[in-house]
């Protein structure tokens, strides 16, 4: 599959890896050469200098042979004109990334699907959801729906008093709990590890499970009695994302607070909120945040200032936050923090567009593909095709490649749990962790 | 550098060349050679494959290349294959000698064609083969056909890439390396397999066909004949081959567009339309030259001169007439030929002559800011500007390799009593041409010299064919530091 990224900002090169380490042709345009040379060295992809959104340069890298066109340059305009053109090219897939909301809520006689582009996503509406999943699952690293939202992946880091220390999971005192979860994967400093019956946790792991959400929730109840539970979530700055986040947080039982800086936009982020507090005020200042209740709260900041969210996370740990999560734009800060273990949790409104952007590429056989932050490999919701090695086949009897595990199956809304006598049949729809080096093996199973 | 992941790589590069030897020791049973050459080509290959399975089974296949890798594999990589490349020639006893065994492997690979050997119709079959497949391997690239075949990882099979296609060729035919060095490698083939068809239909046996298609395409020389292609003396063969090697010192990036239906490219091209100019004006020059001096017929005249201009300007080396014989002026026509190259992305050495133009063309705008101080300049290759960062990479190219061979020179006038023969045994080799003139004119061999010289001529293939940057890069202690 020949894909056109246009743009070589962090979500334009974040994506170029990911399907560059899928062996997929990627054309690179952007008009800064520098930025082109720097990921020419990295990535074995094709670039061409210029403005995306001019048909010279889209014909010059040859936008007629692309099977999708994605454009994310900071321009809404130069993106959407850029998927038109694609369009009238014949281009048969285009998404096009915006940051102006409009474009989103736009009623159906006025959407660009109209005009021919399939997604449109933007990165601050993506990370808003993303902080919200976070909030409603409070402790752990990282969580994705999966199958509809019935069934949740979640990553948890094994503390030196868990339970998982105990033993290995085969020998586990609580297989009753165990049952109904799966783990997927174990991440021991950069390594990747396939969980199986004789595996043994260390502190420090991080550990990864599916499960239906009531057991996940009981499952973390029991592995981490104590973890973080806030009912308060003081947010940082008002911009797009704050602000998004706040109204999400409206539709939940949770009680918000949002501080911004700049009086203008305190006042019409008041406008546009109704239950949450505004606050104006620096994120920085110890009274602002004891003012905000800061303490026991949960914390996000989302300023648009990488190294002042981290700092505000910090401030606001030490004043007492149960839960400290930070928006963090640089991808490349996201292992750095995690790896100091600054705050709980870094966002970064880039990777989660590209989450968004990647179900869809993988759209034709894949329902829905998940990227974790730090886990390497990908969760996917696939539809067992009808001639495929795996349909009428008991669990047990599938020969699987190293790396995959099978994590739920949903067969008429209902979610099983793979064990190994369960019959695999044609039509259920699987959730799949597939590590790095087996991504691609799994479009030879299930394409039809 | 990663040494280890180095190691494997190059280890793999053992096997293809093990398995390669493998296949000429089967051609050597089939012509009944004497069974000393066959066990040799075997026992070489065998080892070799040995070798590199032994070294690649005790070293991790590497997740990621970087830059220096890609370097460190092209230099060791190239070092270690043309050692192991020699061990035919010492297994069989055809040449007895060590390091000229080494010279002509090094020169094989190198697609230089520069022979220690004499009498060509005594030596088997299948010493002959490998001798023209180093050709055949050196060509395109050794490194180019692993990342072909193999499925390295992307990342690193960049690496290896550019670090054997070096040049300032920006042509990507495709947006992936690996299937980027496929069609390379396919086009490479497809032009080997029409070379041979013609080469037997003009009368050559299959075998001869195959060797010469491997050196005319791979613009290499090793002949199986001692009198080269004069042995055959036919018009057709000597066209055929003129053919071949001018494609094979064409942009392989223009065959691969002719083969999808540009033809037009091939004449829009200006670095090709440089070349064939050069190329025109040097064989007019040369063929009236020697009219009436050497050859009193016009027609001979033309015939040996075309060929030879042909043959040196692609860097290939093969001979009819005896060049080294000819007056003062086509001989410095010539040797200036073997300076300048073909053109980038192709299988022939030297400067090249993309190099040559953005060179020419810096100068001359150099003397119009001389006389327009406030002009704002940019140097434009075929309409396209030029960056100033490859305009002063393709300076210092020239210039590196100016210096080199005036070093080489004057090391070598230690060894060979003219300056002729010194200078152009150091172009001959660095150009990858072949024979020069003098003592090492098409007549005569590289095994007068002693072997500390041959030892200097080797280095000159290598730096060569690599370009100078990635061995130079070894010298480096920081290049060493990971």
Same mark, same amino acid.
């Given at each position: 599959m020949r894909v056109l990224i246009i743009g070589a900002g962090n979500a334009g090169r974040n994506l170029a890896t990911k399907l560059c380490e899928e062996k997929r042709d990627v054309v690179l345009i952007d008009r800064d050469p520098d930025a082109l040379a720097e990921i020419q060295a990295q990535l074995d992809i094709l670039t061409v200098e210029g403005e995306g959104s001019s048909p010279v340069v889209l014909e010059k890298a040859e936008v007629r042979k692309a099977d999708l066109v994605v454009a994310v340059t900071d321009s809404d305009e130069a993106n959407i004109l850029a998927c038109v053109i694609a369009h009238a090219a014949g281009v048969p897939h285009k998404v096009a990334r915006v940051s102006n909301r409009d474009f989103l809520t736009a009623p159906e006689q006025l959407n660009l699907e109209r005009v021919g582009i399939d997604l449109v996503v933007s990165q601050k509406e993506e990370c808003a959801n993303e902080l919200l999943n976070i909030l409603r699952m409070p402790g752990t690293l990282e969580s994705v729906d999966l199958l509809d939202g019935k069934v949740l992946a979640v990553g948890i880091r094994v503390h030196m008093d868990s339970p998982l220390l105990r033993s290995p999971l085969r020998t586990f005192p609580n297989q009753e709990i165990l049952r109904f979860i799966r783990f997927i994967a174990v991440v021991r400093g950069s390594e990747l590890i396939v969980p199986r019956g004789d595996t043994e946790f260390l502190v420090g792991d991080d550990a990864y499970f599916v499960g239906r959400r009531e057991d996940v929730a009981r499952f973390l109840d029991w592995a981490w009695p104590e973890r973080a539970m806030a009912d308060k979530v003081v947010i940082a700055g008002g911009g797009d994302l704050g602000l998004r986040l706040a109204q999400l947080l409206e539709g939940t039982d949770k009680e918000s607070v949002l501080i911004e800086l700049d009086e203008e936009r305190a006042h019409d982020c008041s406008e546009l909120l109704d239950r949450t507090l505004v606050i104006k005020g620096d994120a920085l200042d110890r009274e602002t945040l004891e003012n905000a209740g800061v303490s026991k709260a949960a914390f996000v900041a989302t300023t648009h200032d990488d190294e002042n969210n981290i700092i505000a996370c910090l401030l606001a740990e030490k004043m007492g936050a149960r839960f400290t999560l930070a928006e963090i734009n /640089? &991808?490349? $800060?996201v292992p750095i923090v995690d790896e100091l273990s600054l705050l709980d949790r870094a966002v970064s409104p880039p990777l989660s567009m590209i989450n968004a952007i990647l179900h869809f590429v993988r759209g034709k056989y894949v329902k829905e593909a998940a990227l974790f932050h730090r886990l390497p490999g990908e969760l996917m919701d696939l539809v067992v095709p009808a /001639?495929? /090695? #795996?349909?009428?086949?008991a669990v047990k009897d599938i020969k699987m490649p190293i790396g995959i595990v099978l994590a739920g199956i949903l067969r008429n809304d209902e979610v099983l749990v793979p064990t190994g006598d369960l019959v695999v049949l044609a039509g259920d729809r699987v959730a799949i962790f597939a590590a790095p080096q087996v991504v691609g093996k799994l479009e030879s199973i299930f394409r039809r | 550098m990663n040494a280890t992941a180095v190691a494997h790589v190059v280890a793999i590069l053992l096997i293809i060349v093990g398995v390669v030897m493998i296949l000429c020791s089967g051609v050597s049973l089939a012509y009944q050679d004497p069974l000393p050459s066959l066990y040799a080509l075997l026992m070489s290959g065998l080892f070799t494959l040995l070798v590199g399975t032994v070294v690649r089974a005790f070293t991790r296949r590497p997740l990621d290349l970087n830059w220096r890798d890609g370097m460190g594999i092209a230099t060791f990589g190239w070092t270690t294959v043309v050692l192991f490349g020699a061990l035919p020639f010492i297994f069989s006893g055809t040449i007895r000698d060590v390091t000229a065994a080494i010279f002509e492997s090094v020169s094989g690979f190198t697609t230089t064609g520069a022979s220690v050997l004499s009498d060509l119709e005594s030596i088997p079959k299948g010493i002959l083969l490998w001798r023209a497949t180093t050709h055949f391997l050196g060509g395109m690239g050794i490194l180019v056909l692993c990342v072909a075949i193999l499925p390295l990882i992307g990342v690193g099979g960049m690496q290896l890439y550019r670090a054997e296609v070096a040049g300032p060729s920006k042509d990507r035919l495709t947006p992936r390396i690996a299937s980027t060095a496929k069609l390379l490698w396919g086009v490479y083939m497809l032009l080997n397999l029409l070379a041979t068809l013609m080469l037997r239909l003009g009368g050559m046996t299959w075998f001869d066909a195959i060797c010469h298609s491997f050196a005319a395409v791979a613009t290499g020389g090793f002949s199986? %004949?001692?009198?080269?292609?004069?042995?055959?003396?036919?018009s057709y063969i000597e066209v055929v081959m003129i053919v071949f090697m001018f494609l094979g010192a064409t942009n392989f990036a223009l065959h691969y567009a002719a083969l999808r239906g540009d033809v037009r490219r091939f004449f829009k091209d200006p670095e090709l339309r440089l070349f064939l100019g050069i190329i025109t004006v040097a064989c007019a020059i040369v063929t009236l030259n020697i009219w009436? %001096?050497? $050859? &009193?017929s016009f027609w001979s005249a033309l015939r040996n001169g075309v060929f030879a201009t042909a043959s040196l300007f692609t860097t290939t080396g093969f001979g009819t007439?005896?060049?080294?014989? #000819?007056p003062a002026t086509s001989k410095v026509v010539l040797l200036l030929g073997m300076v300048l190259g073909g053109c980038v992305g192709s299988t022939a050495g030297a400067i090249k002559q993309m190099r040559i133009m953005v060179a020419l063309k810096r100068i001359l705008l150099r003397v119009k800011i001389f006389i327009y101080p406030q002009a704002s300049i940019r140097v434009k290759a075929g309409g396209q500007p030029v960056d100033d960062d490859i305009v002063t990479n393709i300076l210092t190219y020239v210039v590196l390799y100016l210096v080199a061979m005036v070093i080489a020179t004057i090391l070598m006038t230690l060894f060979l009593p003219d300056i002729l023969s010194a200078m152009s045994s150091v172009i001959a080799t660095m150009g990858g041409v072949g024979p020069g003139f003098g003592l090492v004119g098409p007549t005569k061999n590289?095994?007068?010299?002693p072997s500390a010289g041959k030892i200097i001529l080797m280095l000159c293939m290598l730096l060569g064919r690599l370009e100078f940057f990635s061995i130079m890069a070894l010298f480096y202690p920081s290049f060493w530091k990971r």
């Open positions: /640089k &991808p490349e $800060y /001639k495929s /090695k #795996w349909a009428g086949n | 199986t %004949r001692s009198a080269s292609i004069a042995a055959y003396n036919s009436h %001096r050497v $050859y &009193p007439g005896d060049f080294g014989e #000819w590289y095994a007068c010299i």
